[in-house]
T-cell receptor, first 112, second 115 residues
Framework: EDQVTQSPEALRLQEGESSSLNCSYTVSGLRGLFWYRQDPGKGPEFLFTLYSAGEEKEKERLKATLTKKESFLHITAPKPEDSATYLCAVRRRIQGAQKLVFGQGTRLTINP | DAGVIQSPRHEVTEMGQEVTLRCKPISGHNSLFWYRQTMMRGLELLIYFNNNVPIDDSGMPEDRFSAKMPNASFSTLKIQPSEPRDSAVYFC?????????????FGEGSRLTVL
């Protein structure tokens, strides 16, 4: 059974304090690991897709990395506007269509 | 460009009533997904359609839940009869399964409260 575990559940940082969020996964036939950002009262917003171990992608203060068992979302010198819940999801192909399984998310708060 | 459009944004109803949630996917997308989000269980996939055909409904909790996609631009999720444990935020998402990253684009969600 596909499993996605994110840690920590919640993280509070001071503005400028860098850190990393973890996503551990178990999936048969991984066809992509996704990171999403979700603001309160909104739907998840796509950030990155990673396909193979060793791959890295960056966007502003965020960098996502992937190994065979986990992914990290590194946040460098965060700002208060980076506060959100960050969701990780894995995808595998079923009957010609994609299926995403999400983790519980990490709720990130950046204090000014 | 219009994103995924869901209605209603908020619904408060009494136990036993029928609830219908609506979704308009992004034009040109051929896959549509219904998710439910709660604090306890996070985001759970209920059902997804590919080219208007239901592919996997194994996430639908029970027979009280049903979903339809009569055409490429409209889908409904119906709960009848509703129960308090159905209270959650229901998200619709769409994607294009023809290639590329094929990320999901989510709507703003429909927050359902069953009293």
């Amino acid at each position: 059974e596909d499993q996605v575990t994110q840690s920590p559940e919640a993280l509070r940082l001071q503005e400028g304090e860098s850190s990393s969020l973890n996503c551990s996964y178990t999936v048969s036939g991984l066809r992509g690991l996704f990171w999403y950002r979700q603001d309160p009262g909104k739907g998840p917003e796509f950030l990155f897709t990673l396909y193979s171990a060793g791959e890295e992608k960056e966007k502003e203060r965020l960098k996502a990395t992937l190994t065979k068992k986990e992914s990290f979302l590194h946040i460098t010198a965060p700002k208060p506007e980076d506060s959100a819940t960050y969701l990780c999801a894995v995808r595998r192909r079923i009957q010609g269509a994609q299926k995403l399984v999400f983790g519980q998310g990490t709720r990130l708060t950046i204090n000014p | 460009d219009a994103g995924v459009i869901q209605s209603p944004r908020h619904e408060v109803t009494e136990m036993g009533q029928e609830v219908t949630l609506r979704c308009k996917p992004i034009s040109g997308h051929n896959s549509l997904f219904w998710y439910r989000q709660t604090m306890m269980r996070g985001l759970e996939l209920l059902i997804y359609f590919n080219n208007n055909v239901p592919i996997d409904d194994s996430g639908m909790p029970e027979d009280r839940f049903s979903a339809k996609m009569p055409n490429a631009s409209f889908s409904t999720l119906k709960i009848q009869p509703s129960e308090p444990r159905d209270s959650a935020v229901y998200f619709c998402a769409s994607s294009f399964s023809g290639g590329g990253d094929r990320e999901l684009f989510f709507g703003e969600g429909s927050r359902l409260t069953v009293l």
